[in-house]
């Protein structure tokens, strides 16, 4: 409850938290512009829990 309290989102089939975070850069260093279905020119991240390293990381989704 505290998690979801603090806008994390846990994705059962991939047994992960994850949060929206429309601010973080892209994860990596060359800036390309890549245009998805919604036309936007930027990539959609989130924040994912990595327990192995016990802290945050910023992932780029994919659109399936």
């Known amino acids: 409850m505290e998690l979801q309290s603090r806008t994390w989102i846990y994705l059962s089939e991939q ?19 890549s245009k998805g279905k919604t036309g936007s020119d930027k990539p959609a991240n989130a924040i994912v829990f990595n327990p192995h390293l016990w802290k945050e990381e910023v992932v780029t989704l994919q659109e399936d």
């Open 15 to 33: 047994m992960l938290w994850m949060k929206s975070n429309s601010t973080a850069k892209r994860p990596d260093s060359k800036k390309k512009a």
